[in-house]
Nanobody, 120 residues
């Protein structure tokens, strides 16, 4: 069984930085793409950033130039470095792996979510 464990959320002031981590743990599996979503209260969940196994990235327009997604394939871990944070970045952030290959099956996994609050 695969588990996605998130860490790194918290409270920061506008202009501050946070780094989120999401590690896929378990055995007998492999993954390709990884991504980060976020959802604010009363709003639709949106894709923030995604990264392929080869390192190609894609970002939402609202975070371009401020956020950086990266990964460590040896550790099955994806990171989201968030700089120049704004109050509108406040949301619960979720790690997502759309395709986890295990045995003869493919599964989608989500992290538990971590709260990011940007406020003075």
């Amino acid at each position: 069984q695969v588990q996605l464990v998130e860490s790194g959320g918290g409270l920061v002031q506008p202009g501050g930085s946070l780094r989120l981590s999401c590690a896929a743990s378990g055995s007998g599996f492999s993954i390709d793409d990884m991504g980060w979503y976020r959802q604010a209260p009363g709003k639709q969940r949106e894709l923030v950033a995604a990264i392929t196994s080869g390192g190609s990235t894609n970002y939402a327009d609202s975070v371009k130039g401020r956020f950086t997604i990266s990964r460590d394939n040896a550790k099955n871990t994806v990171y989201l470095q968030m700089n120049s944070l704004k109050p509108e970045d406040t949301a619960v952030y979720y790690c997502n792996v759309p395709s986890v290959y295990s045995g003869s099956h493919i599964y989608e996994y989500w992290g538990q979510g971590t709260q990011v609050t940007v406020s003075s």
